[in-house]
Nanobody, 126 residues
């Protein structure tokens, strides 16, 4: 089992920044990728970014490249999502997720992730 706990969400003005944290505990050695998704009201849960815990390979949704950065602190078993130049359309619940399976290619679909956090709300005001 893997447990995930997100933090760092909140209310920010457009153009501002936030850093989300995801503390990972349990069978952390089984993680293949650790990622972030987001879900706006009435919409699907969309892929944001993902990172390999061993080696640090990173992959982003095309629309978010340059504004969002995923990183990992191995000593703390924590994954971060730094979000800059935030826009009102970034408003969503942000979820941290882990996949323990080996996939062909980078896992970007919700169904490919086994474990999920409870989510943290990010609201960007205009």
């Amino acid at each position: 089992q893997v447990q995930l706990a997100e933090s760092g969400g909140g209310l920010v003005q457009a153009g501002g920044s936030l850093r989300l944290s995801c503390a990972i505990s349990g069978r952390t050695f089984s993680s293949e990728f650790e990622g972030w998704f987001r879900q706006a009201p009435g919409k699907e849960r969309d892929f944001v970014a993902t990172i390999r815990p061993n080696g640090g390979y990173r992959y982003y949704a095309d629309s978010l490249k340059g504004r969002f950065t995923i990183s990992r602190d191995n000593a703390k078993n924590t994954v971060y999502l730094q979000m800059n130049s935030l826009k009102p359309e970034d408003t969503a619940i942000y979820y941290c997720a882990v996949t323990t399976s080996q996939w062909v290619g980078v896992p970007v679909a919700r169904r490919q992730y086994d474990y999920w956090g409870q989510g943290t709300q990010v609201t960007v005001s205009s």
